[in-house]
């Protein structure tokens, strides 16, 4: 796979159109590398010259800001922002609402301003301006339940661009109970993904599968390397695993046509 | 002698208001123990969202049975005071219904106050029905036990009461039942008074104007002591609300100062403070009593009015966990009216060796919040829970170095490898080959 980083950029003269920042998740957690695999196959389908930080990319310091570490989110800011900067990066795309929120929200303040966009808002951008089709494919005819994430949904007000993209799979997209600006939390947020949940009657993330498995989809597409965790544990608590798939909104796109 | 019921109306009327004055002004006294912030600018768009969310009722309609109810009794309160005007007038001069010269106008003013008290009553009764029959979820929850339950039917049993009198005192009010007209609702009760000599429902009259007035005035003052200060700082408290998007939280400035020093390789670490600076004491990191809050979020917590409707988004509270918005927010008056009684009792805050975390927010609620902004987004006139949440869990880990173990491993693979999983940054790229 052919992924050329800023450095390489740099050294060669070039300047990129955009900057997809992979994330922790997108980098080392193993369901989620897929996700990224199938964004960067999906932004080669579409002729977008990119390029990523690589061995420069840092954690954005949303989980150590929602646990409380102020010292420790903007410490990482700071860096990060350094490293961006140094590049003249303009516009970021990720595939994680948690480093869309912090890069878009809260580094402007500490110095770094950048067109900062989900990655199902730059794939609709792409499918808008001719750049990038979509087909349904294998998937078409299937019924589609979306799990809003917090941070892209309540957090920032995107609803549509995912829920656009997902309907030009020839789908039915059906909602859940608790959807949009209602979504329920996939229970990942404010750094609860990596620590055990306190006391309680069920899990967050079992609740939440079960709002899903209600709408009796064929697939949960989410948007949110975390939110996918959860919902893949949810389903296997639920040992649901061979009725319900759980798969990014890029995945649906790239694995549509065995990209 | 006719002059003396002119005179203890006025009486009765000054008093109310002097304490109503007065709880006014130990409210905004309370609310200025907080923390500046400022949130002086987009006026524009602050008045739109207070139009639309505490003057529209934008979001109370979010749940349509009980929306539609409270803007029933919204409106009637609203549209029902302006006959509280004629009633002080007639209290203060001895004149009985002073805007009857107005005729046609006049009887078209208290036919729709008369649909609406009675609107207004049939809500009232399915309110309660909801608290106390129905039993809803949202209203049984742990912190709902005792005073705030009570509180809840007590307002109900007043607007009940308020609105019967209303009625009767328009149905034994002879004069106004022979002009025939904005008698729509109480034309209807008359006949129940029928057969009573004249006397008698001059008393039965006078007795429920009586009481209708001063059981306005007794609830004004009331508000102070019950949740019910929404009908009143639902205006200012959406005015003053968050514009900025709901995932932002606010950088530290204090931090920023210590980050942009550390990270300043001019900067000498030993360096002696430069003149003046020597005397300010440290700045404490994060929230461990409601004198670290900002001024919004102490208005914020006067204005709830403990509908719950946070709390059952919440997915924490929905599965069981202690955390639940609604108490943050009650919490937090509650701190914040003990401080208050502490200086009016010795002029200025005596050390009581209590705080808002450990003595009424315990630490395992604080770590059950997910930050997912359901309950900001639930909230029907812009109360944020979240920022108390977040802001008491940077003391916790800032100046206690408390956070679960968990989170302490996360935080040191942050520091040291730039990611919360122990893996190599130089890895980072590994995928592309995989």
């Known amino acids: ?259 | 002698m006719a002059v003396i019921p002119n005179i203890i109306f006025a009486v009765i009327l000054f008093a109310a208001i002097f304490f109503f004055v007065r709880n006014v002004r130990k409210l905004i006294r309370n609310i200025r123990i907080g923390k500046d912030v400022d949130r002086s600018d987009n006026k524009p768009e602050r008045f739109r969202k207070m139009a639309r969310i505490a003057l529209g009722q934008q979001k109370m309609v979010v749940r349509p049975v009980a929306g539609i109810l409270h803007i029933i009794v919204y409106l009637g309160f609203i549209i029902i005071n302006i006959e509280v005007l004629e009633i002080i007038i007639d209290g203060l001069f001895g004149t009985h219904r002073i805007f009857s010269f107005l005729g046609g106008f006049y009887a078209v003013l208290i036919g729709s106050f008369e649909v609406l008290a009675l609107l207004v009553l049939v809500s009232v009764i399915v309110f309660w029905v909801r608290r106390n029959i129905i039993r809803l979820q949202r209203f049984r929850k742990p912190e709902m036990k005792g005073w705030p339950k009570n509180d809840g039917n007590f307002i109900l049993y007043f607007e009940m009461i308020l609105m019967v009198l209303f009625l009767v005192m328009n149905a034994t009010d002879v004069s106004f039942q022979q002009m025939q007209a904005g008698n729509v609702v109480s034309g209807l009760i008359a006949p129940l008074f029928e057969g009573l000599p004249g006397s008698t429902l001059h008393i039965i009259e006078r007795s429920a104007w009586w009481l209708h007035i001063v059981g306005i005035l007794v609830f004004l003052n009331y508000l102070y002591y019950s949740k019910h200060l929404h009908i009143l700082l639902a205006f200012p408290n959406t005015y003053f609300a968050n514009l900025n998007p709901k995932g932002r939280m606010d950088n530290l400035e204090a931090v920023t100062k210590e980050v942009k020093l550390m990270m300043d390789p001019n900067a000498d670490p030993f360096a002696a403070p430069a003149e003046g600076e020597e005397s300010a004491p440290p700045e404490k990191f994060g929230v461990s009593d409601v004198a670290d809050l900002n001024w919004v979020q102490l208005l914020n917590a006067y204005t709830c009015t403990e509908c719950g409707r946070c709390t059952s988004e919440c997915p924490a509270s929905q599965t069981g966990k202690k955390l639940s918005p609604r108490k943050i927010m009650m919490d937090t008056r509650d701190r914040l009216e003990e401080v208050g009684k502490n200086i009016d009792n010795n002029g200025t805050f005596v050390e009581d060796n209590k705080s808002l975390l450990d003595n009424y927010i315990t630490r395992e609620e604080l770590w059950a919040c997910t930050s997912c902004n359901a309950c900001v987004e639930a909230c029907p006139v812009s109360i944020d829970p979240l920022s108390i949440i977040l802001d008491m869990r940077r003391y916790l880990v800032m100046e206690q170095s408390a956070a679960p173990a968990e989170l302490n491993n996360m935080m040191t693979n942050i520091e040291n490898n730039g990611a919360p999983w122990p893996y190599n940054q130089m890895d980072r790229l590994n995928w592309k080959n995989e």
């Not at chain 1, 402007?108 to 089709?133: A, D, N």
């Open chain 1, 1 to 259: 796979m052919k992924v050329p980083t800023m450095a390489e950029m740099m050294a060669e003269g070039k300047q990129p159109e955009v900057l997809f920042w992979v994330g922790c998740a997108g980098s080392f957690d193993d369901r989620a590398k897929k996700i990224t695999k199938a964004l960067v196959k999906l932004l080669d389908k579409a002729n977008v010259e990119f390029a990523v930080l690589g061995t420069e990319e840092s954690c954005t310091g949303d989980p150590a800001k929602r646990a409380g570490n102020e010292f420790l989110f903007q410490m990482q800011a700071v860096t990060n922002i350094e490293v961006l900067n140094a590049y003249e990066i303009k516009k970021i795309v990720t595939a994680c609402p948690h480093c869309f929120n912090t890069l878009k929200n809260e580094y402007p303040s500490l110095g770094g301003s950048y067109e900062v966009m989900h990655h199902t808002q730059f794939l609709k951008s792409l499918l808008e301006e001719g750049r990038l089709s979509i087909e349904g494919g294998k998937f078409k005819g299937k019924r589609i339940t979306y799990h809003d994430p917090c941070y892209l949904g309540r957090a920032n007000g995107i609803y549509e661009a995912p829920r656009d993209l997902i309907r030009k799979l020839d789908v039915e997209l059906v909602e859940m109970r608790k959807c949009k600006k209602a979504g329920l939390c996939c229970g990942a947020g404010g750094a609860q993904m990596f620590k055990e949940p306190e006391k309680g009657d069920k899990d967050v993330n079992v609740e939440r599968t079960e709002q899903a498995l209600e709408t009796r989809a064929d697939i949960i597409a989410a948007g949110c390397p975390f939110c996918n965790t959860m919902m893949t544990d949810g389903v296997k608590s639920k040992e649901k695993e061979s009725e319900i798939a759980v798969m990014d909104v890029a995945e649906l796109i790239a694995n549509a046509e065995d990209l």
